[in-house]
């Protein structure tokens, strides 16, 4: 009995050694690239270039950032892009809620037909030429809302979210509120609301960073600069850059095409840090709301 004890106990500790190798090539897998960008764009760009730099920053410049936030455009696109984040998350994170909660109720007659209708727009949509049409004709083309009331609901956020008020809230603490005289509206503000704060934090998550990173929609419905995102100004400096290079003569082509590399690696570091500032704040709530929305689904 004691020598299977022995035998489990170092089997365990070499299961345990297994994944934390695993696990820390993993993680180097991952993290080594971010620190190479971080480096590249503090380095002297001949010097990543020419393979000089691994990991820790050579040649120390600033330059690559001076020329991106020296551009005017990059702090309207940040100034749009914070706009469209947040203003865009409250309605994201409103209308899911909204909907999400009256199709967890038992008691919504026709919530099965309901579910099957949302469901069926995860594998089949219009088109883009209709959505377009659809935007252009409630007059939302070149507006702020063309960037927010399209993408007004996700589908999968919302079967995450129904799942977690199906999953996680009892329903016999809703039928006692109602039967204290609680109004449904009360219902959800009170008590239904505190409970979902890990699933609110998975949805801010989630909504924040995709209106962050929103690309495609200011390129369709956006025709006026000072209503670009940050995307589309990033995007714009990289292709000037290109074009620049192209049409230049030989004088001066090496500092130019450097610099162009370099500015690479710092749009990437001013397009990501602040969506890596907000993850810690909501890294607790987010881990939690993710096993239980979607896994106990």
């Known amino acids: 009995m004691k020598f299977e004890r022995r035998t489990k106990i170092k089997d365990d500790q070499w299961f345990d050694i297994i994944v934390y190798a695993i696990a820390t090539v993993i993680l180097i897998m991952i993290l080594y690239p971010l620190l190479f960008v971080v480096s590249a764009s503090f380095s002297d760009p001949s010097k990543v270039i020419g393979g000089e730099m691994w990991l ?36 994201n994170i409103t209308l899911t809620t909204l909907a999400a909660y009256p199709l967890s109720r038992k008691d919504l007659p026709g919530r099965s037909i309901f579910m099957f209708i949302i469901a069926f727009t995860m594998f089949f949509s219009g088109g883009l030429i209709p959505t377009y049409l659809l935007v252009q004709s409630l007059g939302m083309v070149d507006t702020i809302w063309s960037m927010m009331i399209p993408t007004a609901i996700a589908t999968y956020n919302l079967i995450v979210m129904r799942t977690y008020f199906q999953t996680s809230i009892p329903w016999e603490l809703q039928e006692a509120a109602l039967m204290d005289g609680s109004s449904n509206t009360r219902l959800l503000v009170s008590i239904i609301l505190p409970l979902s704060k890990p699933i609110i934090a998975v949805m801010v998550l989630f909504y924040a960073v995709g209106h962050w990173n929103a690309y495609f929609n200011a390129l369709i419905y956006l025709n006026s600069e000072h209503l670009y995102p940050l995307q589309i100004i990033l995007r714009n400096i990289l292709i000037t850059n290109q074009n620049a290079l192209m049409e230049g003569d030989a004088f001066g082509l090496g500092e130019r095409l450097l610099l162009a590399e370099s500015i690479k690696y710092s749009l990437i570091i001013v397009a990501s840090i602040p969506v890596l500032l907000i993850y810690p704040f909501v890294q607790r709530h987010f881990i939690k709301g993710v096993m239980i929305g979607s896994l106990k689904g």
Do not use: H, S
């Open 56 to 91: 820790l920053p050579k040649g120390f410049t600033l330059d690559a950032y001076k020329e991106v936030f020296e551009t005017k455009e990059v702090w309207t696109g940040y100034k749009n892009t914070i706009i469209y984040t947040v203003l865009g998350t409250l309605i």
